[in-house]
């Protein structure tokens, strides 16, 4: 791993993240449903992603990778334990969603009131939105990543846009809400209907909505209809019924030309199911099909490419053109020209090259 050389560009991209706010860079927050079901014993997640661009990859993530935190405070170094499939939008390594092949599940939401520790904070650290990946790699359960906060946490490359909060869920039923407030996380769990939804107000605020049965945001407005849709989830039906009551919810908290993709995660059967807003018709991958060995090739797919059905047999390698056109796609949206935007895009093109088996290293 070239760590002179990561290091130095995270450096440079923190020291010139005030020209993207001088310039007027980024565009403005966006707003994600997520909402978790359970029906008769069986769980479903459903994610809506709200965002001005739907540009992405699905990734097959291999077990026994070594990786090293984006970040330059005390960056992570760990080797995945589990294999997963995520969604990534700005580069490969650093998703907004995704399920691994124990059946937990990671989504991040914004949250504009989200605010992440200072960097002398004692422990180690990862970039707010691969902390999403690390944990599909190395945690089991909702405990294991609730007790993960007490040694890794989520650290901002660009701290004005990186306002999130996280849903997690496991295949026993566990589900967690993980917010920073005031640099402090905050951790509510539970499996009650207000427990199981979350928007872009803070769990406390759209708990708030729940018990006044009145909304004061767009966002409390999704999360009261999540709640409602979870409460009426109904008890008849096979799994695939289930399935499509999942999207039909989504539908109802759905934004518009906003809504890029809507994802049903089926953690006992390890399925994930999803379409999106270019390819509507719903496809799926099973987890259980997939290699994960630390020896197999990474996987991918354009999440936009028109198919319906089991997508198996349509992934292909990992490439970095790949990635590149989805970083310059992403970034060149999201950064006003410059040097800063430069330095971020060559630091998130270059992290994959990063990474390599665990047993291919030499000591």
């Known amino acids: 791993m070239n760590r002179t050389y990561q290091v130095s560009h995270i450096f440079v991209a923190l020291l010139t993240i005030g020209s993207i706010v001088s310039n007027g860079g980024g565009i403005s927050a966006h707003a994600c449903t997520v909402m978790r079901f359970s029906v008769d014993g069986q769980l479903f997640v459903a994610r809506n992603h709200d965002w001005p661009f739907g540009d992405g990859l699905m990734v097959v993530n291999q077990r026994g990778i070594e990786k090293k935190g984006i970040s330059a405070v005390q960056p992570a170094i760990w080797t995945s334990k589990y294999g997963s499939v995520s969604f990534v939008q700005f580069g490969r390594e650093i998703p907004f969603a995704g399920m691994n092949e124990v059946g937990l599940t990671v989504d991040l939401l914004q949250l504009h009131e989200a605010s992440f520790p200072t960097p002398k904070r004692a422990g180690r650290s990862v970039n707010v939105i691969q902390?999403?990946?690390?944990?599909?790699?190395?945690?089991?359960?909702?405990?294991?990543?609730?007790?993960?906060?007490?040694?890794?946490?989520?650290?901002?490359?660009?701290?004005?846009?990186?306002?999130?909060?996280?849903?997690?869920?496991?295949?026993?039923?566990?589900?967690?809400?993980?917010?920073?407030?005031?640099?402090?996380?905050?951790?509510?769990?539970?499996?009650?209907?207000?427990?199981?939804?979350?928007?872009?107000?803070?769990?406390?605020?759209?708990?708030?909505?729940?018990?006044?049965?009145?909304?004061?945001?767009?966002?409390?407005?999704?999360?009261?209809?999540?709640?409602?849709?979870?409460?009426?989830?109904?008890?008849?039906?096979?799994?695939?019924?289930?399935?499509?009551?999942?999207?039909?919810?989504?539908?109802?908290?759905?934004?518009?030309?906003?809504?890029?993709?809507?994802?049903?995660?089926?953690?006992?059967?390890?399925?994930?199911?999803?379409?999106?807003?270019?390819?509507?018709?719903?496809?799926?991958?099973?987890?259980?099909?997939?290699?994960?060995?630390?020896?197999?090739?990474?996987?991918?797919?354009?999440?936009?490419?028109?198919?319906?059905?089991?997508?198996?047999?349509?992934?292909?390698?990992?490439?970095?053109?790949?990635?590149?056109?989805?970083?310059?796609?992403?970034?060149?949206?999201?950064?006003?020209?410059?040097?800063?935007?430069?330095?971020v895009k060559q630091l998130v093109l270059n992290y994959p090259d990063t990474i390599k088996p665990a047993v291919l290293r030499k000591d």
């Open 131 to 343: 902390w999403v990946q690390y944990q599909l790699d190395t945690a089991k359960s909702v405990e294991e990543v609730i007790k993960s906060l007490d040694r890794v946490y989520p650290m901002p490359l660009l701290p004005t846009v990186e306002r999130v909060h996280y849903f997690v869920t496991d295949e026993k039923g566990g589900v967690a809400v993980i917010e920073f407030i005031n640099g402090v996380p905050v951790v509510q769990t539970g499996s009650n209907v207000s427990q199981c939804a979350l928007a872009n107000s803070t769990l406390k605020d759209s708990r708030r909505a729940f018990a006044n049965r009145w909304w004061e945001s767009s966002s409390e407005k999704r999360y009261l209809r999540a709640v409602s849709a979870i409460d009426k989830a109904g008890s008849n039906g096979t799994d695939q019924t289930q399935v499509d009551y999942a999207f039909h919810s989504l539908e109802s908290v759905a934004q518009g030309n906003l809504t890029q993709w809507a994802i049903v995660y089926q953690p006992q059967q390890r399925r994930i199911e999803f379409k999106t807003q270019r390819a509507s018709n719903r496809r799926w991958i099973d987890l259980d099909d997939l290699a994960f060995e630390p020896t197999e090739p990474t996987l991918i797919l354009d999440i936009d490419t028109d198919l319906s059905g089991d997508l198996k047999s349509h992934l292909v390698p990992y490439s970095r053109k790949a990635n590149e056109r989805l970083v310059h796609a992403a970034f060149d949206r999201y950064m006003s020209p410059g040097f800063a935007r430069i330095a």
